[in-house]
C-alpha cells in the first residue's frame, strides 16, 4: 500500500470538508491572510516546485476551469461565478445563490466548460449545486459570453440526484471531447454508507454518471460503483484515463484510475471501486472480506493523521497531483503508476491552506484553489 508519511502535527482525522471550508472562510474574513512563501523546495518529482499566489478575494472558491484565452471561471461554495484574469484581476460575473444551498457541505460544487463547439461569442458552462428547494444535486448548463465574461442565461436541472443525508455530494464534472460529461456523485453521507448505496445500481449514490446532453431529454447511466465521496475527478490531456480522489472516511484516502474505452457502450463492464466493503483497499464491513466482483484496486492509498480528506487532482508533466485538506501537502505520482504506488512529496502549502481542488491549464500549468486563503494559487515547477 502506498503511504504518506505524516509530519510530527495532529490533526482531528475526520471528513467534515465544506463545513470546515466555511469554518475557514469565517476566520479568513476576521484576519490578514497569511503571506505564502514562494521559496523553491526540493521535489521528488524530479524539479523544484514553489507557489505563487495568482488572485485573492474569493470566498470559498469550490471549482474552476480555465477558459480559452487562459483566464479562470471561478465557482464559490455560495454560488456566485467569478471571471480571473490573466493578470489576477477578480470579477464576478454570476450568481446562482438564490437556487443554492449554502451550509456544511453543501454549495455550489462543479464548474466546467464546453469548449468544442464554442463560438467567438459565447461559451457553454456546466455547473452542479444542491439545490434550495428540496437538497437535490442538480446539474444545470449556462451561457457565457466572451466579451465581456457574464452568464446569460441558466437551463433548468438537467439531472437531478435525490439525497437522504447532507453530506458526501460529490459533483464534480468532466467534459469529454464529444460532449458528453461525466459526473461525480457521492454516496450522501452517513456513517459507513448505511443504505449501501453505492453498490446498488438502482441508485445514483456513490456513483460515476455518463450524462449524455446531446439527448432531449437527458440521459444519464452508471460508469462506475463503489464510490464513498469523488470530490474531484480528472481526465487527462489525452482523453483516455479518468483519475478519481476519493474521500474516505476514518482510515484511508485513495486514488483510483479507470480508462475513458471502459464507458464506450451500454454493455461495457461497470468498475467497482469497493466502498463499503473496502475503505482504500483495506476491509471496511467485515474482516475478512472478499474484494466485489470487477473490483479495481487503488493506484495508491495513504492513512490520516495528519491527512484527513483527499484534495484532487491535476494531470500534467506526466503527473497526477493531488493535495489534502488537513495536511496540506502537494504530492504527485506518474500516469503510469500501478496499483500500490507510494505518492512522491512535492512541496508543502503551509498550514493556513485548505486546499479544495486541484486543476491543470492547458499549457500544463497546475493550479490550486484555497478555501483557507479564499486564493487561487499556481504550482510553479522548474523546468
Known amino acids: 500500500m502506498g503511504m504518506i508519511r505524516p509530519r510530527p502535527q495532529t490533526y482531528k482525522a475526520s471528513w467534515v470538508l465544506l463545513a470546515a471550508l466555511l469554518a475557514a472562510s469565517l476566520l479568513w474574513g476576521c484576519a490578514p491572510a497569511p503571506s505564502v512563501s514562494e521559496e523553491p523546495s526540493s521535489s521528488p518529482v524530479g524539479t523544484t516546485a514553489s507557489i505563487r499566489i495568482h488572485a485573492s478575494g474569493i470566498p470559498n472558491p469550490t471549482d474552476a476551469d480555465e477558459l480559452p484565452d487562459g483566464s479562470l471561471i471561478v465557482g464559490a461554495q455560495d454560488g456566485r461565478i467569478f471571471h480571473v484574469a490573466k493578470n489576477g484581476t477578480v470579477e464576478k460575473i454570476g450568481d446562482l445563490s438564490s437556487s443554492v444551498i449554502n451550509s456544511g457541505e453543501r454549495g455550489l460544487l462543479g464548474v466546467a466548460l464546453e469548449k468544442a463547439d464554442a463560438t467567438p461569442n459565447e461559451l457553454k458552462m456546466y455547473a452542479t449545486y444542491i439545490r434550495r428547494s428540496d437538497g437535490d444535486t442538480v446539474l444545470v448548463a449556462a451561457t457565457l459570453s466572451v466579451r465581456p465574461y457574464r452568464i446569460l442565461k441558466v437551463s433548468e436541472p438537467l439531472i437531478a440526484i435525490a439525497h437522504y443525508n447532507t453530506n458526501h455530494n460529490g459533483g464534480d464534472i468532466v467534459v469529454l471531447p464529444d460532449g458528453r460529461l461525466i459526473v461525480s456523485a457521492g454516496d450522501s453521507g452517513g456513517s459507513g454508507d448505511p443504505l449501501n448505496a453505492s453498490q446498488n445500481l438502482e441508485s445514483n449514490l456513490g456513483k460515476l454518471l455518463l450524462v449524455d446532453v446531446r439527448q432531449a431529454p437527458t440521459e444519464s447511466r452508471v460508469i462506475a460503483r463503489g464510490l464513498r465521496n469523488p470530490w474531484r475527478i480528472t481526465l487527462d490531456p489525452e482523453r483516455s484515463t479518468l483519475w478519481i480522489a476519493d474521500v474516505g472516511q476514518d482510515t484511508i484516502e485513495e486514488v483510483d484510475r479507470m480508462m475513458i474505452s471502459e464507458i464506450g457502450s451500454p454493455s461495457a463492464t461497470i468498475p467497482n471501486f469497493g466502498w463499503p466493503i473496502l475503505e482504500g483497499n483495506e476491509c471496511f464491513r467485515k474482516n475478512p472480506?472478499?474484494?466485489?466482483?470487477d473490483y479495481?484496486?487503488?493506484?495508491?492509498?495513504?492513512?490520516?493523521?495528519?491527512?484527513?480528506?483527499?484534495?484532487?487532482?491535476?494531470?500534467?508533466?506526466?503527473?497526477?497531483?493531488?493535495?489534502?485538506?488537513?495536511d496540506t501537502r502537494v504530492f504527485a505520482l506518474p500516469l503510469g503508476a500501478a496499483v500500490g504506488s507510494e505518492p512522491a512529496e512535492v512541496l508543502s502549502l503551509g498550514d493556513a491552506s485548505r486546499p479544495s481542488a486541484l486543476f491543470a491549464?492547458?499549457?500544463g500549468r497546475i493550479w490550486i484553489l484555497d478555501v483557507g486563503r479564499g486564493q487561487v494559487l499556481e504550482l510553479v515547477l522548474a523546468p
Open 361 to 363: 491549464s492547458e499549457d
Open 289 to 293: 472480506c472478499t474484494p466485489p466482483r
Open 296 to 326: 479495481l484496486a487503488p493506484i495508491a492509498t495513504y492513512r490520516h493523521g495528519p491527512a484527513c480528506s483527499i484534495i484532487g487532482g491535476a494531470v500534467a508533466r506526466g503527473q497526477y497531483f493531488f493535495a489534502d485538506y488537513c
